[in-house]
């Protein structure tokens, strides 16, 4: 009969230094287990960033199944009935309830552990977050517009108990008439996280334009461009979206898009960029849909449109392949061991 392995033993037997390559390519399902071993384990898995970044590095995409629910002419994205993601960060999803537009919570779907966090303000309208993945400092901002109140707070995990306020530079934009400006949202990219872009157009009759307010969420920090003239669109009608993980504007017409790339935000700097669309008949009427989203980069653009997702290939000229949802969709995470302050074991993970 072959004895088991002493785990305490082993570890004695074997350098540090092999045993941290070893657990750095197990499941996190493993790893939550084996935490337990002695207190060097707890240590390096639970606190050691560098070993949690390597551990990250190895893992695979984590499955998570979300259902679509298409209500009043709104998409909603549902998990276990009762809150929505909307955004992810780190191996972290940020959530929202679907009963109480003040509630969120951050969740790491791997680890099954949850942090509520304090009611956001009333009238919230964008809620995203960012983590120093060098520090795992976490904040998360919002942006709140109600009648005339218009504003900015954000919540460092751990360290503030409350919401507290962030100063835009020019609080004047903000609003319009004395209603809330910002008409657009359009979170990070993957390989931008922590940087987001709130869109306002504005101006009167027929002298409208497009400025652009980047915000750095660890910084806390904003910066402003304005696109710039001559690049003629209809702002209402055009397409904001990543072009190689900056933010872009554009407008599709006669088979071309005609973009606007925000390549330096902290320096202004912009580029115009034109490429060849061409599309089957039936397919070019997603573009008028305000539910239309759009990413891409230099092979091809992604469109995603309620039920369906179509990729097409810049190179070829041609729409590579057309999915359809059939009433719930998976999201692909890259899983971490990063577990906030505060953070408690709950059963609210949808993993499969």
């Avoid at 209500?71 to 994205?77: D, H, M, Q, R």
């Avoid at 009935?81 to 679907?98: D, I, N, P, Q, Y």
């Avoid at 898009?257 to 008949?281: A, I, N």
């Amino acid at each position: 009969m072959m004895r088991r392995a002493d785990p305490v033993k082993a570890s004695k037997q074997l350098p540090f230094d092999i045993i941290t390559e070893i657990l750095s390519w197990l499941p996190i399902d493993s790893l939550v287990r084996f935490k337990l071993v002695c207190k060097n384990w707890y240590f390096f898995i639970v606190h050691d960033r560098k070993f949690i970044a390597k551990h990250k590095e190895r893992t695979c995409l984590l499955r998570l199944r979300y259902v679509y629910k298409h209500e009043a002419n709104k998409l909603t994205v549902i998990l276990d009935k009762s809150f929505g993601m909307e955004a992810f960060c780190a191996g972290l999803v940020l959530e929202k309830s679907l009963t109480n537009s003040q509630v969120f919570r951050i969740r790491n779907p791997a680890t099954h552990q949850v942090l509520y966090l304090p009611n956001a303000h009333e009238g919230t309208r964008n809620v995203d977050f960012a983590l120093n993945p060098s520090t795992h400092e976490c904040k998360v901002v919002c942006f709140y517009g109600k009648d005339s109140e218009v504003g900015f707070e954000v919540l460092t995990i751990g360290k503030d108990e409350q919401w507290r306020p962030m100063k835009h530079p020019n609080t004047d934009l903000l609003k319009h008439r004395g209603k809330p400006a910002l008409q657009f949202y359009r979170g990070s990219s993957f390989k931008c996280e922590g940087l987001g872009h709130f869109l306002q157009v504005t101006g009167d009759g027929q002298d409208w334009n497009l400025k652009i307010h980047s915000l750095d969420i660890l910084s806390e920090c904003f910066i402003t461009n304005t696109v710039p003239r001559g690049f003629y669109v209809n702002w209402w009608d055009s397409l904001v979206f990543h072009w190689n993980d900056c933010v872009a504007v554009a407008d599709i017409a006669e088979e071309k898009l005609t973009m606007l790339v925000l390549e330096d935000y902290k320096q202004h700097k912009w580029s115009k960029k034109t490429v060849r669309v061409t599309f089957l008949e039936d397919h070019m009427t997603l573009l008028k849909d305000p539910f239309f989203v759009i990413n891409a980069d230099s092979d091809g653009l992604n469109f995603r449109f309620k039920d369906r997702f179509i990729r097409y290939d810049l190179k070829r000229e041609i729409i590579e392949k057309v999915n359809i949802r059939q009433g719930s969709n998976f999201w692909f995470v890259k899983p971490s061991l990063i577990a906030l302050k505060g953070m408690k074991t709950g059963k609210v993970a949808c993993c499969i």
